[in-house]
């Protein structure tokens, strides 16, 4: 992947971000306090009219996560801006990156979301769509293959009980709908697809 590659990775998220953001808080209504798509693309905004080929694929990688963590707010500004800003410390001070390195960032930024949400798949949070993810690009599955499975982890989620976030104050009303950040997570998927297939 290219610089330029995850420039339009961001952009592609944003859009797709932007195209779903009411539906994304009618899910986060439902189980939460509505500002999910709100939030993420106030945040994905401000990172698009940031972001520029800087010729270092940790700075820019770094540059989204602390503007994710300044601009989103709520739990999943915190998850994605902080798993960002670790991802970046496995990156390469250049404008290019092979698939080893970019499998070692998304298993860092998974691991810094684990370890600060302290969610685990089933727990029907956005950890449903990353780990599963994650760990069936890290055996080989085409990125297509991968976002198209994340695009069925985030439905999965729906007959869910929340055990953690704010969801999971819901107990028992929590099932029956899809969460959130479980879609988002998915469209960021679908966003990679098309950069890394195009
Ligand atoms: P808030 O709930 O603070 O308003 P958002 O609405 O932006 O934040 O994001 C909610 C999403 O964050 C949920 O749908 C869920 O996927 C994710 N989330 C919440 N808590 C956790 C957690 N502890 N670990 C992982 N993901 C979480
Ligand atoms: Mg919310
Ligand atoms: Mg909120």
């Not at 859009?15 to 779903?20: C, G, L, Q, S």
């Not at 599955?141 to 009980?161: F, I, K, Y």
């Not at 929340?162 to 819901?170: Q, V």
């Not at 960021?188 to 297939?197: G, P, R, Y």
Request: with cysteine.
């Amino acid at each position: 992947m290219t610089e330029s590659d995850f420039v339009a990775l961001w952009r592609a998220f944003y859009d797709k971000v932007t195209a779903k953001r009411d539906e994304l808080n009618q899910l986060d209504a439902a189980i939460g306090d509505g500002d999910h798509g709100t939030n993420l693309a106030r945040g994905l905004g401000r990172v698009v009219e940031e972001l520029k080929p800087s010729g270092s694929l940790r700075a820019s990688c770094r540059m989204v996560g602390m503007r994710l963590l300044s601009t989103v707010g709520g739990a999943s500004g915190a998850l994605w801006g902080s798993a960002l800003v670790s991802a970046s410390t496995v990156l390469p001070d250049e404008a290019q990156m092979n698939h080893e390195t970019a499998l070692a960032a998304l298993s860092r930024g998974i691991d810094q979301m684990r370890a600060r949400g302290k969610a685990e798949v089933g727990d029907k949070t956005m950890m449903d769509v990353w780990i599963p993810a994650v760990t069936a690009l890290e055996s080989g599955a085409p990125v297509g293959d991968v976002a198209a499975q994340a695009m069925s982890s985030a439905e999965a989620t729906r007959p869910l009980q929340a055990r953690r976030g704010r969801a999971a104050y819901l107990g028992s009303r929590s099932i029956g709908h899809v969460d959130p950040g479980s879609l988002s997570t998915a469209l960021w998927w679908e966003a990679l697809a098309e950069v890394v297939d195009s």
